[in-house]
């Protein structure tokens, strides 16, 4: 009997984007409005977007001028991502990355 898939691997897949329509573009335009002053992030800022799904904070993020980087475990979101398809653009995230396991989890950091 194979192994079972991880939750994580399935809870993520493809059908992530039907079981959550409300976490589109549009809010993670307005969550990186918000998360921008808090962490004093200006143009040219280096991020990484760890779990980025299909991007979408990735995408806010470089759009405002931040260098973005984001990684997900899932396949399925990362092909839908927009720095995974061709054509090239300033505000896109430099590039998605797959993350093949869960590292332990760090301590809790605060940036006041």
Known sequence: MPAPVPWQERAFGEHYLAVYPHRSL?????????IIP????????RVADICCGWGRHAVALARR???????????DL???APAARPAPAPDRPAA???RRAHPPPP????RA
């Open 65 to 75: 001028g931040m260098r973005v980087v984001g990684v997900d475990l899932s396949p």
């Open 38 to 45: 808090l962490l004093s992030l200006a143009p040219g800022a």
């Open 26 to 34: 549009a809010q993670a335009r307005r969550e990186v409005a918000a």
């Open 78 to 80: 990362l092909r839908l």
């Open 96 to 98: 998605v990355a797959r």
């Open 107 to 110: 301590p809790a950091l605060l």
